[in-house]
Each structure stands twice: as structure tokens, then as C-alpha cells.
Nanobody
């Protein structure tokens, strides 16, 4: 059973950077498409970024394009989200999620397709 653990959240000033990590265990990360989602207080959870199993295809929400970069190291069983030029509106709990996709280069941020979730890590952007 795949388990996901996020880390790297914290408090940062506007314009700063953070790198989130999503560590996988219990199954082969390379068989899973991984996405990052976030949920701000009082708002619905939204997709932020997605990466295919081998990392060849990525997708980003319009609100983070050009500022966030998703990557993965399957050998280390970890997916990363580099977040630069952070804004107060990026404040949220960030979750990584996985969907089993060993054959296709699936890239989707449709939340209902994901059946493995981490517990989340808080990111706060504030001066």
C-alpha cells in the first residue's frame, strides 16, 4: 500500500521560496502519477501541479505557472515542488496525491482520480 508523507512547509515572506517534498513508501513510486493539491482556509481543495510517472510530462495551475516547478526522483522515491516568488494567496495546506498509472503518461489534476493522499504540510506566506 503506497504511503505518502509531505515535508518542507513553513512560514516565508512574500517573494520567498520553499521546496516541498513528497516521500513515498510501500510501493514503487515510478508506477504513480503524482499531483500536488492545496487547500486554503474556507476554500475548496485545488490542483496545483502534476507530473507523469517518468517525469516527462507536467502540468500547472495558471495561478502558479512560472513560479512553481514539479520534479521527481523515482530512485529516491520522492516528488518535489519548488515554489518561488511566493504570494500571500499561496498560503494553504499542501497535499501530495498519487494515482496508479504504470503504462500511460497520465497527467491529471482531477481530484477524484487520486486514491492515495498524504497528510499535508502547511505553507504560510506572510510578512
Amino acid at each position: 500500500q503506497l504511503q505518502l508523507v509531505e515535508s518542507g512547509g513553513g512560514v516565508v515572506q512574500p517573494g520567498g521560496s520553499l521546496r516541498l517534498s513528497c516521500a513515498a513508501s510501500g510501493s514503487t513510486l515510478a508506477d504513480y502519477t503524482i499531483s500536488w493539491f492545496r487547500q486554503a482556509p474556507g476554500k475548496e481543495r485545488e490542483g496545483v501541479s502534476c507530473i507523469s510517472t517518468k517525469g516527462g510530462t507536467t502540468s500547472y495551475a495558471d495561478s502558479v505557472k512560472g513560479r512553481f516547478t514539479i520534479s521527481r526522483d523515482n530512485a529516491k522515491g520522492t516528488v518535489y515542488l519548488q515554489m518561488n516568488s511566493l504570494k500571500p494567496e499561496d498560503t494553504a495546506v499542501y497535499f501530495c496525491a498519487a494515482v496508479f498509472a504504470p503504462i500511460t503518461s497520465l497527467v491529471t489534476m482531477t481530484e477524484s482520480m487520486y486514491d492515495h493522499w498524504g497528510q499535508g504540510t502547511q505553507v504560510t506566506v506572510s510578512s
